[in-house]
C-alpha cells in the first residue's frame, strides 16, 4: 500500500487552488517512490483521467483529489504573504461531485486493478459533521463515522442537476466507513475564518 497518510501529514501548507494541493502532494510521493513512478493526469485504459497516477510493483494506483475552502484569509509569515482562500461552497454539488469521484474510481479500478484513493482536503465542517438538519444531498454525504454503499439519490429533483448529469443517481460497488483525519500546516501560518483543516482519504478498491 503506498502512504497516503505518511505523505498527507508531510504537507504544511495552505493551498490557494487544488493544482497546488495536487503538485504538493505529487512531489511527496516523488520523494518517497522516486519520479518515474509517479505522474499527473494519469489517463487509465478506459479514458478516465485522475489527478495523480502511482506505480507499485502490482498497478498503478489512481489517486483523485477534492480542495474547496471555506471564505478564510490566510497570512503565511515565511513568505510574507497574505491572501484569501475559498467563499464559493455550494454544498449540494461538492457532496455529489465525491461520490461521483468514488464510483469513477471503482471502475479505473476494476479495469486496471488494485486501488486507488480518494482525497478530501477541506477547512469546510460541513463535510465531516453530522447534519443537524435535512438537505437535497443527504444521501451524499461524507460525514465521520458515514458508511457509504448501494445506491445513492438525491433527495429530490432540481432543474440544475441535469448539468454535468448530476441527475442521476450513483452506485457503489463497495461500502465504504468515512474517517477523517486532521490536518496541520506550519506554524507561521495563521489562518482566521475557518482555520481548522481535515482531510478524508478513501481508499476504493
Not at 495536487?22 to 485522475?50: H, I
Not at 465531516?128 to 429533483?157: C, M, N, Q, V
Request: glycine share 6%; aromatic share 12%; no cysteine.
Amino acid at each position: 500500500m503506498i502512504d497516503v497518510d505518511g505523505a498527507m501529514n508531510s504537507i504544511d501548507q495552505v493551498f490557494t487552488v487544488e493544482e497546488q494541493f495536487r503538485f504538493s502532494l505529487a512531489v511527496q510521493f516523488l520523494q518517497k517512490y522516486g519520479e518515474e513512478q509517479v505522474t499527473v493526469e494519469w489517463e487509465a485504459v478506459d479514458g478516465n483521467r485522475t489527478d495523480i497516477g502511482v506505480r507499485t510493483e502490482d498497478s498503478i494506483v489512481p489517486i483523485e483529489l477534492k480542495y474547496l475552502t471555506a471564505k478564510s484569509r490566510v497570512r503565511d509569515r515565511r513568505f510574507d504573504q497574505s491572501f484569501q482562500i475559498g467563499g464559493n461552497h455550494d454544498a449540494n454539488r461538492s457532496h455529489y461531485d465525491n461520490i461521483k469521484d468514488i464510483k469513477r474510481l471503482e471502475n479505473v479500478v476494476a479495469e486496471n486493478g488494485g486501488y486507488g484513493y480518494f482525497i478530501r482536503l477541506s477547512n469546510i465542517p460541513n463535510y465531516w459533521s453530522e447534519p443537524s438538519r435535512s438537505a437535497l444531498h443527504d444521501e451524499f454525504r461524507i460525514y465521520e463515522g458515514r458508511t457509504l454503499e448501494g445506491e445513492l439519490d438525491w433527495k429530490d429533483y432540481r432543474p440544475w442537476m441535469e448539468s454535468r448529469n448530476r441527475d442521476q443517481p450513483i452506485d457503489l460497488d463497495g461500502k465504504y466507513q468515512i474517517e477523517w483525519s486532521d490536518f496541520s500546516y506550519r506554524d507561521d501560518i495563521e489562518v482566521s475564518g475557518s482555520p481548522n483543516f481535515r482531510y478524508l482519504a478513501v481508499q476504493v478498491n
